[in-house]
């Protein structure tokens, strides 16, 4: 079982920059891919970013040129880098990995 941990949420302008980051504890030794989802308002949850166990990174086409997914396999953190965030940008965001999801953070978008 792995344990989720998100931070780094909270509100952010209209072009800004804003991090996420997520802690995994538990058995970790084994986790795969990683990713971030979010759920904006009026839609379903979607995935923003992902990472595999080899490094190997892909996005949402909405995101692809903002927005930067690291891992730290010592540590067993994911980060989002997320760049000129946009108003659509606002939402819940979720870290995944296998079967176990985080609680979620909200980040907001507004000037």
């Known amino acids: 079982q792995v344990q989720l941990v998100e931070s780094g949420g909270g509100w952010v302008q209209p072009g800004g920059s804003l991090t996420l980051s997520c802690s995994a504890s538990g058995i970790t030794f084994n986790i795969g891919t990683m990713a971030w989802y979010r759920r904006t308002p009026g839609k379903e949850r979607e995935l923003v970013a992902q990472?595999?166990?080899?490094?190997?990174?892909s996005y949402a086409d909405s995101v692809r040129a903002r927005v930067t997914i690291s891992r730290d396999y010592v540590q067993n953190s994911l980060q989002l880098q997320m760049r000129d965030v946009q108003i659509e940008d606002a939402g819940d965001y979720y870290c995944q990995a296998g079967t176990s999801w985080g609680q979620g953070i909200r980040v907001v978008v507004s000037s």
């Open positions: 990472i595999t166990a080899e490094g190997e990174t």
